[in-house]
């Protein structure tokens, strides 16, 4: 009798902290998207977007990527990781003025996101603007702009 009623009291510990857990996760979520200021369902279809973006990306579809990309700015434009990433599949392109466009509304936005200074500085070296490639590499570097 002991032994049941002590593994029932375990039972209801673990199933008390996976709810708990479960609230957390649920709380961490509405609270982003309250942050973001999207509210709750833009912001899970942005974010929902930016993952297939993501996945579209890491196969190979970079239209597809960019699609999903700007789905997901669309929704959710407080969202920087879509913008970058709509930077890096427009860099995958050859698109350097287009990702150079999407890099600076990252910085705009967030300056202290030292990929788009790095990613910016990359693709104004490739279009031979060096003086401005090395300003944005050592913002990268210092991590504020």
């Not at 510990?13 to 979520?29: D, G, K, P, S």
């Not at 999207?38 to 899970?44: A, P, T």
């Not at 990306?57 to 700015?73: C, F, N, P, T, V």
Request: proline share 1%.
């Amino acid at each position: 009798m002991k032994h049941h009623l002590s593994s029932r009291i375990a039972f209801l510990i673990v199933a008390l902290l996976v709810t708990r857990v479960r609230a957390n996760a649920e709380e961490h979520r509405f609270f982003l998207a309250m942050q973001s200021g999207c509210g709750l369902l833009s912001w899970e279809r942005s974010v929902k977007h930016y993952n297939r973006g993501l996945d579209l990306q890491m196969k190979g579809d970079l239209d597809g990527a960019i699609a999903e990309y700007r789905m997901s700015i669309t929704q959710c434009s407080t969202f920087w990781r879509p913008s970058y990433n709509l930077g890096t599949a427009l860099e995958a392109k050859g698109d350097f003025d287009g990702a150079i466009e999407e890099y600076h509304k990252v910085i705009s936005e967030w300056p202290e996101i030292f990929q788009a200074h790095y990613a910016l500085g990359y693709d104004l070296e490739a279009k031979g603007d060096l003086n401005a490639a090395i300003a944005e590499y050592r913002r990268a570097i210092r991590g504020r702009n």
